[in-house]
């Protein structure tokens, strides 16, 4: 019997940035039955957003103590900027012993998605990137180092706010991920885990692509433990279904933000 009375099939908890209205949705419509998520703020005072990607991966054990004694399974580091200037190996690293003092995985954002990049046989990628100049070419960078053919960049629209990243539309992701169809890419890339990413998921699989997101595969990953395992890739791929069962649960929570 589970210590609790929620999560009998688990406990996972997720970092994530402070301001991200996002990601808690995202992921926590993605997880299976009798599973718990609990979040915690990735918080920094810098002003500005490349001083707070450095404390956000300077500072993992602080934000992680923040769960106190929670009896958790797995938990996801949900940002993807911080590590992109990490060799992928002092990235593993990093997270391994992490992971190792904690007594369970805690997985990065980028590790997620190299893992379903990987388990998929995907090497031809469309990015539709939400960031500034600067992190697009560090991302682009990070999924090169990681054996990637980035085959094309789309950026989506986004009508300004509070933070860029936040107010964007599933129908500008969408629309910046069409524009990359004709470039036949084994998957596309919407990275970014502040992006809105299912709606525009859902109706990309249904066109016959296969999306991926930050905020999907750290789903995945921290459902699965941090496993790559067959039973954890069949997982993997039945989340990409053209029907897979999340879709109904999104249109049902969120019928504003299904997109066509």
């Known amino acids: 019997m589970a210590a609790v009375e929620y999560g009998a099939r688990g406990i996972l908890g997720l970092l994530v940035p402070q301001a991200n209205t996002t990601s ?22 810098a002003p500005g957003l490349r001083e707070r990607l450095e404390h956000y991966v ?8 923040t769960f106190g004694d929670a009896p958790l399974d797995a938990a996801g580091f949900l940002i993807t900027g911080s590590t992109y200037p990490m060799a992928h190996d002092d990235e593993d690293a990093l997270f391994a012993r992490i992971g190792a003092a904690r007594g369970y995985p805690v997985v990065s954002a980028g590790q997620a998605i190299r893992r379903a990049l990987r388990a998929l046989g995907a090497k031809r990628i469309g990015l539709v990137s939400p960031y500034p100049a600067w992190l697009t070419e560090r991302s682009v960078d990070y999924w090169t180092r990681a054996g990637m053919n980035i085959v094309a960049v789309e950026a989506p629209e986004t009508p300004g706010g509070f933070h860029d990243i936040y107010v964007m539309r599933g129908p500008a992701v969408l629309a910046a991920a069409r524009r990359l169809a004709d470039k036949k890419p084994d998957a596309v890339l919407l990275t970014g885990a502040g992006m809105p990413t299912l709606g525009p998921m859902i109706a990309l699989a249904r066109a016959g692509l296969v999306p991926l997101s930050s905020n999907f595969c750290m789903a ?10 067959p039973d954890a890739v069949a997982a993997l791929r039945r989340l990409l279904e053209p029907r897979a069962a999340w879709h109904r649960l999104f249109s049902e929570r969120f019928p504003s933000s299904v997109c066509a």
Do not use: F, H, K
């Open 220 to 229: 995945w990953q921290i459902e699965q433990r941090g496993s790559t395992a």
């Open 58 to 65: 300077q500072r993992i054990d602080a934000y992680l103590d």
């Open 24 to 45: 808690e949705p995202e992921v926590n419509v993605l997880l299976g039955a009798d599973l718990v998520l609990l979040s915690g703020r990735l918080t920094s005072a």
